[in-house]
């Protein structure tokens, strides 16, 4: 490709959408452009790193025996509506009608569409097990689209799905998943670590994020150095500690003025955080017959600890939490900054599991300017919705070896489920087994969002001038410079002979013809970041010769003009690690 063709525009500027360093050289080398917020155009340079991705996605999928298809981006709403996530999902799912007032959704994923495919086409045991998987469009309407690439409304994944007779070959799967996702990180030279993670809204048993850890990711990954522990904030454990025992004491109510805070009790008091009762009050968006409906909700947990919205959420089957308001938290008859469980009715409590341990707590008395000492769980108050609802924080124990937790953020840049069998109960995927039986298909899904790959890689490989893209991502292998100046015809001729040469020779080039001043040229081959760079001028072309450079190193090399394609061989060959 010559550049005084190519479909692409430098930028000297920092585009104002621009909120992350590998993002800017994105925008400014040309490869994407924004279209609206969170909505991206992937330009011809951009397109060719995707197109790269895919390749090997698809390598790594068929490898493990998947199948490619192609599914809708416009669905219709009934598949969403059996399996009941067209209800449990709020505004980031856009919903339309078609001319015939049929309602539609855009495809956020598309587990219903493969059940609704597996319905029509899986009989017998005989047609599983089966991986599908496909590169398709996906819309998810999000409020706070940020840092580029990496949180999008709009955006390119490849997502698959597995089909099994029972849980055993689910797990098969899951395993032969969680292999191939590691191969494709590593050959794209991202360092990922997979973490244990929250299902959220696709449901299932179990799954697995992969985090590149990065200071601009959204998500909080804790990790053990100690065994290798790690796990998504929203769902990581800890070592809790194990509170003495204690005979229940006899409620007492004190005068505490002037103590909203469990900081502020404690210091009162004089006693340790830890044994106060917290009270977290939220508002819940639950659902009954596929109707929302909202639910004030009391957490009650140590006062050293911190509330696990998440697992708070997942506990009650919440599609949605908010902080409750003041006057939601009187009309329940508590009173916000002295409020517990205690004599209230009509309210949903969910407890930590640690609270049923910790005997003699204090806790608030639902009466201004009072607390109650020596409240029991079980004697004073119950509730049979009982788990782990803290949040791990950093220094805490590790779960499995004690020694303490670090936290690092990260992003996800791929996630696999096992769905089981929420979906294929729901909208009817059965098959016959050996003996007649008819079972439900056991389900499993795994994605990996390619866009915020490109812009994780963009993170990870650039330097202060730009772009440093692996050679197996990268849009073309070798950047080839002519510097004409005046009287250069003799250059542009032999580098117009020497680009056509490479081209025959299978290397994929990106020939700067243009007429511009060596500063323009040099700054734009580092900006976009193409593995190696060869400068053709009159003053190489005097002395039979060309320039090479690496772009992740000042050193440059010269090479007689004849063996140029043979050394440009040997160092992508280098760069892509082949032997």
Same mark, same amino acid.
């Given at each position: 490709?010559?550049?005084?063709?190519?479909?692409?525009?430098?930028?000297?500027?920092?585009?104002?959408?621009?909120?992350?360093?590998?993002?800017?050289?994105?925008?400014?080398?040309?490869?994407?452009?924004?279209?609206?917020?969170?909505?991206?155009?992937?330009?011809?340079?951009?397109?060719?790193?995707?197109?790269?991705?895919?390749?090997?996605?698809?390598?790594?999928?068929?490898?493990?025996?998947?199948?490619?298809?192609?599914?809708?981006?416009?669905?219709?709403?009934?598949?969403?509506?059996?399996?009941?996530?067209?209800?449990?999902?709020?505004?980031?799912?856009?919903?339309?009608?078609?001319?015939?007032?049929?309602?539609?959704?855009?495809?956020?994923?598309?587990?219903?569409?493969?059940?609704?495919?597996?319905?029509?086409?899986?009989?017998?045991?005989?047609?599983?097990?089966?991986?599908?998987?496909?590169?398709?469009?996906?819309?998810?309407?999000?409020?706070?689209?940020?840092?580029?690439?990496?949180?999008?409304?709009?955006?390119?994944?490849?997502?698959?799905?597995?089909?099994?007779?029972?849980?055993?070959?689910?797990?098969?799967?899951?395993?032969?998943?969680?292999?191939?996702?590691?191969?494709?990180?590593?050959?794209?030279?991202? +360092?990922?670590?997979?973490?244990?993670?929250?299902?959220?809204?696709?449901?299932?048993? *179990?799954?697995?994020?992969?985090?590149?850890?990065?200071?601009?990711?959204?998500?909080?990954?804790?990790?053990?150095?100690?065994?290798?522990?790690?796990?998504?904030?929203?769902?990581?454990?800890?070592?809790?500690?194990?509170?003495?025992?204690?005979?229940?004491?006899?409620?007492?109510?004190?005068?505490?003025?002037?103590?909203?805070?469990?900081?502020?009790?404690?210091?009162?008091?004089?006693? +340790?955080?830890?044994?106060?009762?917290?009270?977290?009050?939220?508002?819940?968006?639950?659902?009954?017959?596929?109707?929302?409906?909202?639910?004030?909700?009391?957490?009650?947990?140590?006062?050293?600890?911190?509330?696990?919205?998440?697992?708070?959420?997942?506990?009650?089957?919440?599609?949605?939490?908010?902080?409750?308001?003041?006057?939601?938290?009187?009309?329940?008859?508590?009173?916000?900054?002295?409020?517990?469980?205690?004599?209230? *009715?009509?309210?949903?409590?969910?407890?930590?599991?640690?609270?049923?341990?910790?005997?003699?707590?204090?806790?608030?008395?639902?009466?201004?300017?009072?607390?109650?000492?020596?409240?029991?769980?079980?004697?004073?108050?119950?509730?049979?919705?009982?788990?782990?609802?803290?949040?791990?924080?950093?220094?805490? +124990?590790?779960?499995?070896?004690?020694?303490?937790?670090?936290?690092?953020?990260?992003?996800?840049?791929?996630?696999?489920?096992?769905?089981?069998?929420?979906?294929?109960?729901?909208?009817?995927?059965?098959?016959?087994?050996?003996?007649?039986?008819?079972?439900?298909?056991?389900?499993?899904?795994?994605?990996?969002?390619?866009?915020?790959?490109?812009?994780?890689?963009?993170?990870?490989?650039?330097?202060?001038?730009?772009?440093?893209?692996?050679?197996?991502?990268?849009?073309?292998?070798?950047?080839?410079?002519?510097?004409?100046?005046?009287?250069?015809?003799?250059?542009?001729?032999?580098?117009?002979?020497?680009?056509?040469?490479?081209?025959?020779?299978?290397?994929?080039?990106?020939?700067?013809? *243009?007429?511009?001043?060596?500063?323009?040229?040099?700054?734009?081959?580092?900006?976009?970041?193409?593995?190696?760079?060869?400068?053709?001028?009159?003053?190489?072309?005097?002395?039979?010769?060309?320039?090479?450079?690496?772009?992740?190193?000042?050193?440059?090399?010269?090479?007689?003009?004849?063996?140029?394609?043979?050394?440009?061989?040997?160092?992508?060959?280098?760069?892509?690690?082949?032997?």
């Amino acid at each position: 490709m010559r550049m005084s063709a190519l479909f692409n525009q430098t930028l000297r500027e920092t585009p104002a959408e621009a909120q992350s360093p590998g993002f800017t050289f994105l925008l400014r080398a040309g490869y994407f452009r924004q279209v609206a917020a969170g909505i991206f155009a992937a330009l011809p340079l951009g397109l060719r790193v995707q197109r790269k991705i895919e390749r090997i996605l698809r390598e790594e999928m068929e490898a493990i025996g998947g199948q490619e298809v192609s599914l809708p981006v416009a669905l219709p709403a009934e598949i969403w509506k059996e399996s009941g996530r067209y209800y449990r999902i709020g505004a980031e799912m856009m919903r339309l009608k078609d001319r015939a007032g049929r309602d539609l959704v855009l495809a956020m994923t598309h587990d219903e569409a493969v059940a609704d495919l597996v319905r029509r086409e899986v009989r017998s045991h005989r047609h599983l097990p089966r991986l599908l998987y496909q590169i398709q469009t996906k819309f998810r309407d999000d409020p706070r689209p940020r840092a580029g690439l990496i949180r999008v409304r709009e955006f390119i994944m490849k997502d698959s799905y597995s089909l099994d007779a029972d849980w055993a070959g689910l797990e098969k799967q899951y395993q032969a998943h969680y292999e191939a996702y590691l191969r494709i990180f590593r050959r794209l030279g991202l +360092p990922v670590i997979p973490v244990a993670s929250d299902s959220g809204m696709m449901g299932g048993k *179990r799954s697995h994020e992969f985090v590149y850890l990065n200071p601009i990711g959204e998500d909080t990954v804790m990790i053990c150095d100690a065994c290798g522990y790690a796990a998504n904030r929203q769902v990581a454990r800890f070592a809790k500690p194990q509170p003495p025992q204690e005979e229940a004491l006899s409620l007492e109510k004190v005068h505490t003025p002037q103590t909203r805070t469990i900081e502020s009790l404690a210091r009162f008091l004089g006693i +340790p955080e830890s044994q106060t009762a917290k009270a977290v009050f939220l508002t819940a968006t639950l659902l009954e017959n596929n109707q929302p409906y909202e639910r004030l909700v009391m957490a009650i947990l140590r006062g050293d600890m911190e509330l696990n919205e998440t697992k708070l959420a997942s506990l009650i089957g919440a599609i949605d939490l908010r902080p409750a308001t003041e006057e939601e938290i009187c009309a329940s008859g508590a009173v916000p900054g002295f409020a517990s469980p205690v004599g209230l *009715r009509d309210l949903l409590v969910a407890a930590d599991d640690l609270i049923p341990l910790s005997p003699n707590l204090v806790a608030g008395a639902n009466e201004q300017d009072y607390h109650l000492r020596n409240v029991n769980f079980g004697r004073d108050y119950t509730t049979p919705l009982v788990a782990d609802l803290t949040a791990a924080r950093e220094g805490d +124990p590790c779960p499995q070896c004690q020694a303490p937790l670090r936290a690092e953020r990260g992003i996800e840049v791929g996630h696999i489920f096992q769905l089981g069998t929420a979906y294929s109960e729901a909208l009817g995927c059965t098959f016959q087994d050996e003996v007649g039986e008819i079972k439900p298909v056991v389900m499993g899904s795994y994605g990996i969002g390619i866009g915020r790959l490109i812009g994780c890689l963009a993170e990870a490989y650039h330097d202060d001038k730009g772009l440093q893209l692996p050679a197996v991502i990268a849009p073309f292998q070798v950047h080839l410079v002519l510097l004409s100046g005046k009287d250069g015809e003799a250059a542009r001729q032999t580098a117009g002979r020497l680009y056509e040469q490479m081209q025959a020779a299978g290397l994929e080039v990106l020939y700067d013809d *243009r007429e511009e001043s060596p500063g323009v040229k040099f700054n734009d081959a580092d900006l976009i970041g193409i593995p190696l760079r060869v400068t053709v001028s009159k003053r190489t072309l005097e002395n039979g010769t060309v320039e090479l450079k690496r772009r992740h190193q000042e050193e440059r090399l010269t090479l007689p003009l004849e063996e140029a394609i043979p050394r440009l061989h040997e160092e992508i060959k280098r760069l892509l690690g082949v032997t």
